[in-house]
């Protein structure tokens, strides 16, 4: 499996931007699509976004489409998700994922087709 670690999480105004990373290691990162999911206290665990293996397919929820760009570096072994326009909403713990998929452009959009999951890193929007 792959080990996976975020940062660039913490405190922001709304309106604000931060970029997380996370940071592959362990695996032929090429063979994992990506996808990003928060959770608030209390609350269950839901997508974000999702990349592909190529970094040509992407998908995201309602809630964030428009202000969040995910984005992939393969020679980096790195997924982004860059955050602009944040949202008190928007606080959550952070999760990145990898799903060892076998097709170059296909998404996933639930938790459990991902095999492996990292840490989280903490966002917290002050309204």
């Known amino acids: 499996q792959v080990q996976l670690v975020e940062s660039g999480g913490g405190l922001v105004q709304a309106g604000g931007s931060l970029r997380l990373s996370c940071a592959a290691s362990g695996r032929t990162f090429s063979a994992y699509a990506m996808g990003w999911f928060r959770q608030a206290p209390g609350k269950e665990r839901e997508f974000v976004a999702a990349?592909?293996?190529?970094?040509?397919?992407?998908r995201y929820a309602a809630t964030v489409k428009g202000r969040f760009t995910i984005s992939r570096d393969n020679a980096k072994n790195t997924v982004y998700l860059q955050m602009n326009s944040l949202k008190a909403e928007d606080s959550a713990v952070y999760y990145c994922?990898?799903?060892?998929?076998?097709?170059?452009?296909?998404?996933?959009?639930?938790?459990?087709?991902?095999?492996?999951w990292g840490q989280g890193t903490q966002v917290t929007v002050s309204s």
């Open positions: 994922a990898a799903n060892p998929s076998t097709y170059w452009d296909g998404l996933y959009y639930d938790a459990p087709s991902y095999a492996s």
């Open positions: 990349i592909s293996r190529s970094g040509g397919n992407t």
